[in-house]
């Protein structure tokens, strides 16, 4: 399966963007999706995942309140909402499948398969 992440971009402070992790196999729909991202010199760190279902959510305490993570099994796209950006959300996104654990409870980034090519998203303060 391939995974095309999208919607990133130069934002202020404060500002807003949404990104977009479409899949090009319908069976994206049978398992769990995460986004991770990575800032220079930092290692790639979680930020949302949602089960196969859509109904469990789980957030890194550093979004928590200010991203939603939601999925669009007709279009088999994940989107990442991003509102009241900090330039300490500055990183590179990525998107990624994780088959084996459904729910989307994992935080791990060793746990997901499959990922995107990364969108770039840059605060600016």
């Known amino acids: 399966v391939q995974l095309q992440a999208s919607g990133g971009g130069l934002v202020q402070d404060g500002g807003s963007l949404r990104l977009s992790c479409a899949a090009s196999e319908h069976t994206f729909s049978a398992w769990a999706v995460g986004w991770f991202r990575q800032a220079p010199g930092k290692e790639r760190e979680f930020v949302a995942a949602?089960?196969?279902?859509?109904?469990?959510?789980y957030y890194s305490d550093s979004v928590k309140g200010r991203f939603t993570i939601s999925r669009d099994h007709a279009k088999k796209t994940v989107y990442l909402q991003m509102n009241s950006l900090k330039p300490e959300d500055t990183a590179i996104y990525y998107c990624?499948?994780?088959?084996?654990?459904?729910?989307?409870?994992?935080?791990?980034?060793?746990?997901?398969?499959?990922w995107g090519q990364g969108t770039l998203v840059t605060v600016s303060s």
């Open positions: 949602v089960s196969w279902s859509g109904t469990s959510i």
């Open positions: 990624g499948i994780d088959r084996l654990n459904i729910l989307g409870s994992s935080r791990k980034v060793s746990d997901y398969q499959y």
